[in-house]
């Protein structure tokens, strides 16, 4: 059972910066491959980036694309998605998963998700 814990959320002003960590339990980490998505309220759960478990392929979405960067440290067993220029529209639950198949983008495919961190951007 792959376990996952996000922290690293909170409240920012527009224009500020946040890293957000997922520590993974109860797998190999480095051969878990790991994404981040947002659920913001009222809106459907919306992929933001992946990385394989090598580290060597990453995707991310065009709306945050030069904004965030996914990264990992498998000696941590803790991947993470760095947010910097956040805007009031990047506000929501960000929400980590992990599968052993890399699935990129697709959420339906990965089998294990994390509670969530809550991030808000004032503006």
């Known amino acids: 059972q792959v376990q996952l814990a996000e922290s690293g959320g909170g409240l920012v002003q527009a224009g500020g910066s946040l890293i957000l960590s997922c520590e993974v339990s109860g797998r190999t980490f480095k051969n878990v491959h790991m994404a981040w998505f947002r659920q913001a309220p009222g809106k459907e759960r919306e992929f933001v980036a992946s990385i394989s478990a090598t580290g060597d392929s990453t995707l991310v979405a065009a709306s945050v694309k030069g904004r965030f960067a996914i990264s990992r440290d498998n000696a941590l067993n803790t991947a993470f998605l760095q947010m910097r220029t956040l805007k009031p529209e990047d506000t929501a639950v960000y929400l980590c998963?992990?599968?052993?198949?890399?699935?990129?983008?697709?959420?339906?495919?990965?089998?294990?998700w994390g509670q969530g961190t809550q991030v808000t951007v004032s503006s």
């Open positions: 998963a992990a599968d052993m198949v890399y699935s990129d983008s697709r959420a339906p495919l990965y089998g294990y």
